[in-house]
């Protein structure tokens, strides 16, 4: 099976004597790419925060707020999946999950936009939160 592979010389090959390079790719310094990584991890953490108080504070039983937490969260990361790939284009919040790949490119998502979702998402969470706390009085 092994003997069935094309062979190709590569002596001249262009490829091989210039670096690859893309015309579309920025390249970035590794610690740019960690502290873009860490501030959207961030961002994702506000979001998880926000949406698990919201939880909790509609259902004051510990175990049932997090259930429903839990349980939302995946029915929506499941839901939302096939956006992740493919040509479709990932405006949900609860798949933003992987910082490093939002940093890359490769979750059908750009910075800027994983940026405005996070925060605006985090920002309703939180005003609707609010003011479920002022109508309990909690």
Known sequence: M????????????????????????????FDKFLLLSFFYMILFIMFLVAFVQLCSAIFNNAYLSLFVSTALYGGFYFMF?????GKNYNLCSFT????????????????????????????????IGIK?????SI
Request: aromatic share 8%; proline share 6%.
């Open 2 to 29: 092994l003997s069935k592979i094309p062979y190709r010389k590569m002596d001249n090959h262009p490829q091989i004597m210039t670096p690859l390079y893309q015309r579309n790719v920025d390249l970035i310094a």
């Open 81 to 85: 999946k096939p956006f992740l790939h």
């Open 96 to 127: 933003m999950n992987n910082s490093a790949i939002i940093v890359a490119g490769t979750h059908n998502v750009t910075m800027l936009t994983a940026f405005l979702v996070l925060t605006s998402s985090t920002v309703i969470l939180q005003l």
């Open 132 to 136: 479920y706390f002022k109508k309990k």
